[in-house]
């Protein structure tokens, strides 16, 4: 199935009261790990490709041709997005261009007028072209790709402003944050969730900072209107911890334990773990 927006499946999952996983791809394997983890759970998915990814990646043309080839080659039937994570303005015009389904444009770090205008052009063009659009009121926490964020929670009447202007879905920040959580973090305020959803009315709301957040909040959130959720840190822990023990076992130094198809088979196998035990606590299997 070629690629679609995000639109329906986020429509459905608002709906159905479950929620779909956003899953960052960083090269090859990670791209062929999630999608074929997606089929085999019979789920929709969304790729996420940061800015700093793509550009690792070799650029936004790269990534739709080793996505589109992909989902030719290993015959995947379920819904897929290609997204644009935290998109700057021009990333989001260049991957429009490039042949994503999907884009964010994050202007949270805007004053709300120029967060407004700007998405607002965007909503326009995702419209014309049949993308949908992610935006974001609130800075997410954490660090991701040299973007810094405090973890603020986001003003529900400015998420409104956002939401009317048509967007496709809409992260709002609730004291979640990017990487591992600290300690001493107070956890998600599901009060401002509340909020929030209760200016927004169906608009599918979207959970960054996916990595590390118990399920039961998880849950919860999914309970007040959640629908998108954003996962990366978690796969690359996995990833690095299997890569890891194959190296400290040796197992590189035997045979042809050298031979990248076999040293990044481990880690591949715990990305795929990991998405499926996110998909299942998410409640997307069999929604495709
Ligand atoms: P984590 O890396 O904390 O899972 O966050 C991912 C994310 O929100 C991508 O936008």
């Not at 040796?250 to 715990?270: I, M, S, T, Y």
Request: aromatic residues 6%; contains cysteine; charged residues 20%.
């Amino acid at each position: 199935m070629p690629l679609v927006n995000a639109k329906e499946m986020l429509t459905k999952a608002k709906a159905g009261h479950y929620a779909v996983g956003q899953f960052n791809i960083n090269n090859l394997e990670w791209t062929k790990a999630i999608l074929l983890t997606a089929q085999e759970m019979n789920s929709p998915v969304i790729l996420g490709v940061s800015e700093g990814a793509g550009k690792y990646m070799c650029g936004y043309n790269t990534v739709v041709g080793m996505v589109e080839g992909m989902l030719e080659t290993l015959n995947i039937t379920v819904p897929v997005a290609l997204h644009l994570d935290h998109g700057s303005y021009e990333g989001a015009k260049a991957c429009i261009e490039a042949g994503f389904s999907s884009i964010m444009f994050d202007g949270s770090h805007y004053p709300i007028d120029e967060n407004i205008a700007k998405t607002k052009e965007l909503v326009a063009i995702c419209e014309e072209k049949g993308l949908s659009i992610e935006a974001e009121v609130g800075s997410i926490g954490g660090e991701e790709d040299g973007v810094v964020g405090a973890g603020e929670c986001a003003d529900p009447d400015e998420c409104k402003m956002i939401a009317d202007l048509g967007v496709t879905m809409l992260a709002a920040g609730i004291g979640n944050i990017h990487g591992k959580y600290p300690e001493n973090w107070a956890g998600l305020s599901f009060e401002t969730l509340a909020a929030v959803q209760e200016k927004t009315g169906t608009m599918p709301l979207v959970l960054h900072g996916g990595t590390g957040i118990p399920a039961d909040m998880i849950k919860k959130a999914i309970s007040l209107g959640v629908s998108k959720i954003n996962v990366n840190t978690e796969c690359q822990l996995a990833f690095q911890e299997a890569t890891r023990k194959y190296i400290e076992e040796g197992k590189d130094l035997q045979g042809k334990g050298f031979d990248p198809r076999k040293l990044l088979a481990p880690g591949v196998e715990a990305i795929k773990a990991t998405v499926r035990e996110k998909i299942e606590l998410f409640g997307s299997a069999n929604k495709a």
